[in-house]
T-cell receptor
């Protein structure tokens, strides 16, 4: 069975600083991995997904994630945080036809 | 396109009451899903429907039933609500069941069971 772990339930960054959200997976098969963002009182939106085509995946709003098989990681980064990035972020892995979600990381952006 | 819509947005129930959460999608997707979101636990799959006329249990199906009314609509029913079912419920849809298929989510229903 696949599991997804997000390190840190809350992250606080200053506007303009690097955003780094950590995600590790465990899987016995090649994983398909996703990052979703949830803005307050909204549903989840897809930021990016890894489907084994390239290890560095670029998404919307300046986010990107790098798949590292040796570290079983799929960390999400953005070079410069913006106030509008304040949201909750979920890493998810697909196995068969089901998504397994991490617990989520809430990002606070300080002016 | 409205995408995935859910009704109601908010609901308060008393223990033992029943209700149905409605979900509809206008993307002509084949597969639909119901999740619940609880703090610190991410989203957990309750039921899914691979195609019209089929439904299958997910990770946490107890206390719920579903109906895939047609290709567009997928409803979730709580027959006898319990406080443990207080949660935010999300419906999602995808074109198929492939692992690479993106799931599109509705805005959610916030349910409180007293």
């Amino acid at each position: 069975a696949q599991s997804v772990t997000q390190l840190g339930s809350h992250v606080s960054v200053s506007e303009g600083a690097l955003v780094l959200l950590r995600c590790n997976y465990s899987s016995s098969v090649p994983p398909y991995l996703f990052w979703y963002v949830q803005y307050p009182n909204q549903g989840l939106q897809l930021l990016l997904k890894y489907t084994s085509a390239a290890t560095l995946v670029k998404g919307i709003n300046g986010f990107e994630a790098e798949f590292k098989k040796s570290e079983t990681s799929f960390h999400l980064t953005k070079p410069s945080a913006h106030m509008s990035d304040a949201a909750e972020y979920f890493c998810a892995g697909a196995a068969g036809n089901k998504l397994t979600f991490g617990g989520g990381t809430r990002v606070l952006v300080k002016p | 396109n409205a995408g995935v819509t859910q009704t109601p947005k908010f609901q308060v129930l008393k223990t033992g009451q029943s209700m149905t959460l409605q979900c509809a999608q206008d993307m002509n997707h084949n597969s639909m899903y119901w999740y619940r979101q609880d703090p610190g636990m991410g989203l957990r799959l309750i039921y899914y429907s691979a195609s019209e006329g089929t439904t299958d249990k997910g990770e946490v199906p107890n206390g719920y039933n579903v109906s895939r009314l047609n290709k567009r609509e997928f409803s979730l029913r709580l027959e006898s609500a319990a406080p443990s079912q207080t949660s935010v419920y999300f419906c999602a849809s995808s074109d198929g069941l492939a692992e690479t298929d993106t799931q599109y989510f509705g805005p959610g229903t916030r349910l409180t069971v007293l």
